[in-house]
């Protein structure tokens, strides 16, 4: 069973930071994708940010400038650094892994449970 673990969330002020972190259990061979999804009340699940395993990044048009996502391969832990938070990016916050468990399988993602990020004005 591939576990996806996010942690990190919490309530912030507005222009204020949080770290959250995502870890994918060690019983696979390796993760390429990783990325980094948020839905609000109502609202449509959207990408904030993703990374390859080589490094390349992409960000929502929202969040850049303001988000880092990183990622340390060698603990398949993937992180997004969310500076000047602003109450619009009050959501739950999703990690995606795309894992392959084996050398016989292919990838497939696995989300992790969500932790509640929220920005009080």
């Known amino acids: 069973q591939v576990q996806v673990v996010e942690t990190g969330g919490g309530l912030v002020q507005a222009g204020g930071s949080l770290r959250l972190s995502c870890a994918v259990s060690?019983?696979?061979?390796?993760?390429?994708?990783m990325g980094w999804h948020r839905q609000a009340p109502g609202q449509q699940r959207e990408l904030v940010a993703g990374?390859?395993?080589?490094?390349?990044?992409t960000y929502a048009d929202s969040v850049k400038g303001r988000f880092t996502i990183s990622r340390d391969n060698a603990k398949n832990t993937v992180y997004l650094q969310m500076n000047g938070l602003t109450p619009q990016d009050t959501s739950v916050y999703y990690c995606q892994a795309r894992v392959q468990r084996s050398r016989s399988t292919g990838f497939q993602s696995f989300w992790g449970q969500g932790t509640q990020v929220t920005v009080s004005s």
């Open positions: 990374i390859y395993a080589s490094g390349a990044t």
């Open positions: 060690k019983n696979i061979l390796t993760t390429d994708y």
